[in-house]
C-alpha cells in the first residue's frame, strides 16, 4: 500500500506499507512486514521519518525535524512494540507542524 495524506498547512505524508497475509483455519491472517512514513511541508522541510527499510526489519528508525530550518531534533531506535499506529503517526506530524 502506498499513498500520499494531505494534511493542514500544507504538510503531506507519503506512506508505504508491505503486507503479507496467510490463513489460518480458513481465515486471513494480515501483518505489516515493512513501513515508511516521510512528513514535510509542502516545498519546505522534512518534518518526520519512521521506517524499517534496512536489513534487519526488527529495527525502527524514527526521525523528527525541525519545522523551521529541517534541522534533526530526533534520532532513535525503536523495537516492534514502540513502532507507532498510523493515527498516531498522523498526530506527532501535526503537533511537529504546529510548533
Known amino acids: ?21 496467510r490463513f489460518v483455519r480458513g481465515v486471513v491472517q494480515v ?5 515508511r512514513y516521510v512528513g514535510f511541508v509542502k516545498g519546505g522541510n522534512l518534518l518526520l521519518k519512521y521506517h524499517n ?8 528508525i524514527h526521525r523528527a525535524y525541525s519545522p523551521s530550518n529541517g534541522e534533526e531534533i530526533i534520532f ?3 523495537t516492534h512494540s514502540q513502532f507507532p499506529t ?4 498522523l498526530d ?3 503537533l511537529i507542524a504546529s510548533a
Open 92 to 94: 506527532e506530524l501535526e
Open 31 to 35: 501483518r505489516g512486514i515493512q513501513f
Open 76 to 78: 532513535e531506535t525503536l
Open 1 to 21: 500500500m502506498q499513498g500520499e495524506v494531505y494534511c493542514k498547512q500544507e504538510v503531506i505524508l507519503i506512506a508505504e506499507q508491505l503486507f503479507e497475509t
Open 53 to 60: 527499510l534496512h536489513e534487519s526489519l526488527d529495527e525502527y
Open 86 to 89: 498510523f493515527p498516531e503517526v
